[in-house]
């Protein structure tokens, strides 16, 4: 091999180190971004009516999201919580796949009309997604739940943590007020790697109104 060719190894071999360095240091931004940009995907593609959306190959290198995302009779609408920065995908049902590409409801019946509805989401360690945030959710903070045909607000009313075994939280109760319970993962412990209880937000349904309504209002607001 000639000296100009071992040069330019040399040099490709330096590149992809410090490509490699580069994405290791910035790994958990990196994951961030690309799984804020995969649900301002899987939203728009909600909001827009279609029934799957593609995440790339190399995107799903860092996010772990599903090649292909169905939608349809998966989707049940947005979670939204502007005071803690948690805009998320709903899906039926607690999968792990749902849980990669979204929060996922766990109670039954598996609606959003359900006496008390229940949400779960991953916490994810030193990155900014799913309900990693949740635990700095404050009382009487508003929580949104967009579907389309709906928007029902809630606020919060309750938080506190339960052990892994507590599944009463999952409990419907007909003759109550309807209301929403959020939970995920909570102190973790470096030393078994497991998480030793849940964090539970529960919230007072406080309004519903008609997601058309919603649309045009906001539509309205950002238009002036």
């Not at 609606?111 to 991953?122: C, F, K, M, P």
């Not at 003759?175 to 470096?190: H, R, V």
């Not at 349904?205 to 950002?222: K, T």
Request: aromatic share 8%; with cysteine; charged share 25%.
């Amino acid at each position: 091999m000639s000296k100009k060719w071992k040069n330019r190894l040399i040099n490709i071999l330096i590149a992809v180190l410090l490509l490699t360095s580069v994405v290791l240091i910035f790994k958990n931004q990196i994951r961030e971004y690309l799984t804020g940009d995969a649900n301002n995907k899987i939203i728009t593609a909600y909001k827009n009516g279609k029934g799957e959306v593609d995440i790339p190959w190399w995107q799903k290198l860092f996010t772990d999201n599903a090649s292909k995302i169905k939608l349809t009779d998966s989707m049940l609408g947005i979670l939204k919580i502007d005071s803690v920065n948690i805009q998320e995908p709903i899906f039926q049902d607690v999968t792990e796949i749902n849980l990669i590409n979204g929060v996922a409801t766990a109670q039954e019946p598996s609606t959003l009309d359900a006496q008390n509805v229940v949400i779960a989401g991953h916490s994810v360690q030193g990155v900014g997604i799913r309900f990693n945030n949740l635990s700095k959710i404050k009382m009487g903070a508003k929580i949104e739940i967009i579907s389309k045909d709906k928007l029902r607000t809630y606020e919060v009313s309750k938080l506190y943590d339960v052990a892994a075994t507590q599944v009463e939280i999952l409990e419907q109760h007909k003759d109550q007020p309807k209301k929403l319970t959020l939970f995920t993962c909570d102190n973790y412990n470096p030393k078994t790697g497991e998480w030793e209880s849940r964090f539970v937000v529960e919230a007072k349904l406080v309004g519903e109104e008609s997601a058309q309504y919603y649309e045009n209002r906001n539509r309205y607001f950002r238009d002036r």
